[in-house]
């Protein structure tokens, strides 16, 4: 027989045996899929208030799974309608995600970790921008469910319910609250022990030089200048310049020398007049003060500044003080003053104005030194005592930064970067 004929008969074998391989292929087929992959409803689900917060939002809580290893998907639903729906998605986190590090909490005000933890707001996802559907949102019970996948299946919960509630007191703000009993305490007993003795203020040359220029303004006859800067009343420089005006008012009070003070705001004319007022009499002259020491000019700044300079043009002043905050105007002034031969002390916190001072005045009271003058002329206790309490809490800001960047490179270098998060939460304005 020749070859050929023999290949129906193979043909035909083969397809009889098939069946049989197939039964045993079967039979050596994969053990089932591993139960921890299977996705399975959350546990331990809990829909909670918010710890901390101004009634915003919803911490919801559930228990570590044993699919949370094969990178399942949690979605966060709520419903402000019933348990049924309808469903809005709040959030969607990654089984690595959810932990309670990320809820930005320090470790003093952490809540218990071992469950997964996120935050809802349902102002974000049920309200408008009117009041009053804030106020009704964020006072509503919400239907919360979380609902898990792996893509290929899907788990729902259980349906819980929370609401959202304002907290009286903000725990990660506890540093906040202790870093400033701790600094009131100093002040305050700074304040005590300056009412006791005088505690030492270093010498700033431009103040002892006030002296001077009062006696000079009063030989010769003419007038001194007082301006109290560009800014208004509500700016903590021309609160400086105002107390400085009180306590030069009280010298000039006594040598019976004239002062004028040109202002370019209303309110802080109308303040310095009361400080003026009570300088004079708290140095014994109140018949020498008049009402037109303090005078408004103008808000425009140029022209406020052509007047002044017109009239130290005419009057010649032998003394003139700028304090408080500057512009463009300062070497306008400063430099009218210099060519009528008048002794210039300046003082101001504005940076960029700083370097025309320097050119042009006898003396110039540089940044905190302006907010330190008050102090050290009257000496008065409250005023001393809280300007060395502010030198101390400087201080300790200085050695803090100094430690924390010490320590926070030592943590770097022996693996502990725990450290530095640890120090950077202790001095975090939350």
Known sequence: MKPWNLLPLILTASLAAAPAFAAKASKAAPAAEDPAMTVRPVTGLK????PYDAGEGILV??????????????????????????????KEVRSDQGTVAELGFPFWARPKAGQRAVEVKPLDLFSNDSDAAKARVSKAEYFVRVRATNGRQVADSEVVTGRAESDWFSMPRLNNLIF?????????????????????????PGLDAVEDAIGRATEMGRPIYFLTGRLDIDSISTIAASLILGEIAKRIAQYDTQLKVPHTYAMTMAVCQEITKQAYSEAGRPDAYREDINFFITEDQFAYTAAVNGMMVREKPAACFYMGYYYAESLLLTEVGASVGAIQIAGSDSEHQLPFF?????????????????????????????????????AFVMLSIFFGVAFATLGVLIGREGWVTTMLEIFKSY
Not at 72 to 88: D, F, K, Q
């Open 61 to 90: 809580r559930w228990d570590v799974m044993p699919h949370d290893e094969y990178a399942a998907v949690y979605v966060v639903e709520l419903s402000s309608v019933s348990a049924a729906g309808p469903w809005v998605k709040a």
């Open 358 to 394: 320097f050119i042009t005045c006898d003396y110039t009271l540089i940044g905190e030194e302006l907010y330190a003058a008050g102090a050290y002329l009257s000496r008065n206790p409250v005023l001393v005592g809280t300007l060395r309490g502010q030198d101390v809490g400087k």
């Open 180 to 204: 400033t009993l701790v600094f009131c305490g100093i002040v305050l007993w700074f304040i005590s022990h300056a009412r006791k003795k005088d505690l030492f203020l270093r010498r700033i």
């Open 47 to 50: 829909a909670l208030d918010m």
